[in-house]
T-cell receptor, first 110, second 115 residues
Framework: SQQGEEDPQALSIQEGENATMNCSYKTSINNLQWYRQNSGRGLVHLILIRSNEREKHSGRLRVTLDTSKKSSSLLITASRAADTASYFCLPWGGGNKLTFGTGTQLKVEL | EAQVTQNPRYLITVTGKKLTVTCSQNMNHEYMSWYRQDPGLGLRQIYYSMNVEVTDKGDVPEGYKVSRKEKRNFPLILESPSPNQTSLYFC??????????????FGPGTRLTVL
């Protein structure tokens, strides 16, 4: 399995601003998934982007994937206090073992 | 409601006292998995199961056992817990396509403290 590396480790913004977090990985993938974790709770699947897709939207979320650079970004537009959470990427290249990274901790302040 | 449930949610125990954390899903998912989460280390996979009677080691299987006798249940067993197994544990399930190919549904977590 391969592990995604999220960057930055922590991000603090004001409500209404956009939040961008990045994920880098090392080997080719079939898809890449983003998850959100509110403090101490289980992860919630946000969005999946396939290797042949470059951009995907879901509500206020926009995910891009650049397979040539082996990187993905998650953009949250017009952030709200409720978006405060940790965000994890999961690059998947096949296989059954899954490895999450340490995530990006996003804090949205009022 | 589609969900993954775990019990107990909180547990304080002592070194060496065998314990089981249960996990159950109602989505008829083939793939199930256990993770532990520790500060600064992210989520690490302990064991996973592709289907009934098919289990395999994740990245940190030492000190843990699992079984998959029914599709819906995937208990995590600590036969002789030690303080370094104090952690937040998550169970997850998904449709097949090799497990990682679809989104994982996570349970609410079990916070375990071993004294």
């Amino acid at each position: 399995s391969q592990q995604g590396e999220e960057d930055p480790q922590a991000l603090s913004i004001q409500e209404g601003e956009n939040a961008t977090m990045n994920c880098s990985y090392k080997t080719s993938i079939n898809n890449l998934q983003w998850y959100r974790q509110n403090s101490g709770r289980g992860l919630v699947h946000l969005i999946l982007i396939r290797s042949n897709e470059r951009e995907k939207h879901s509500g206020r979320l926009r995910v891009t994937l650049d397979t040539s650079k082996k990187s993905s970004s998650l953009l949250i537009t017009a952030s709200r206090a409720a978006d405060t959470a940790s965000y994890f990427c999961l690059p998947w290249g096949g296989g059954n073992k899954l490895t999450f990274g340490t995530g990006t901790q996003l804090k949205v302040e009022l | 409601e589609a969900q993954v449930t775990q019990n107990p949610r909180y547990l304080i125990t002592v070194t060496g006292k065998k314990l089981t954390v249960t996990c159950s899903q109602n989505m008829n998912h083939e793939y199930m998995s256990w993770y532990r989460q520790d500060p600064g280390l992210g989520l690490r996979q302990i064991y996973y199961s592709m289907n009934v009677e098919v289990t395999d080691k994740g990245d940190v299987p030492e000190g843990y056992k699992v079984s998959r006798k029914e599709k819906r249940n995937f208990p995590l067993i600590l036969e002789s817990p030690s303080p370094n197994q104090t952690s937040l544990y998550f169970c997850a399930s998904s449709l097949p396509t090799s497990g990682g190919g679809r989104g994982q549904f996570f349970g609410p977590g079990t916070r375990l403290t071993v004294l």
